[in-house]
């Protein structure tokens, strides 16, 4: 059986570098950011990520060569309404990627419902990461 990402279920959570990246249909994207490290700023979107092209010719386009090694994330919209969310990611890791999906559901609160390839411990662990990473002063720019 395989895996959203198209691994085998028993294997890794690593993948090679030349993984293919998600089919996500560019007109389903609203729009497309860039943040750059170490004080993640938003500069410049960069060439579009999606774009419209033959599925021969998609499906031959790997991550390695459209991320040039930057973490990509996509995430779901209308989740206040739908009551129902999804971040998906592929995250650099030296030459290789590590993609993972959650699903969310609103009930008393966010609650993660889908994991893939992320445990709840290091989702747990990134959302304290993002949360300390917003409240920390930024550095004034020269």
């Known amino acids: 059986m ?56 998609a499906i031959l386009r790997r991550v390695s060569r459209v991320g040039d090694g930057a973490a990509l994330v996509w995430y779901s919209g209308n989740s206040g309404q739908s009551e129902r969310g999804a ?14 999906y959650t699903g969310w559901a609103k009930r008393q609160d966010w609650e993660l419902v889908q994991p893939k390839e992320i445990s709840g411990q290091e989702v747990t662990s990134l959302i304290g990461a993002s949360s300390q990473l917003i409240q920390e002063p930024r550095l004034s720019k020269p």
Not at 6 to 30: F, H, Q, W, Y
Not at 87 to 100: E, Q, R, T
């Open 87 to 100: 971040i998906m990611a592929y995250v650099p890791v030296g030459d290789s990627y590590s993609p993972w």
């Open 2 to 57: 395989a895996s959203l990402f198209g691994k085998d279920s028993g294997s890794s959570g690593r993948v090679d570098a030349n993984v293919e990246r998600a089919t996500i249909l560019p007109n389903r994207v609203v729009s497309q950011r860039r943040f750059a490290a170490p004080t993640y700023d938003e500069v410049d979107a960069g060439t579009p990520i999606h774009i419209q092209t033959e599925s021969t010719e």
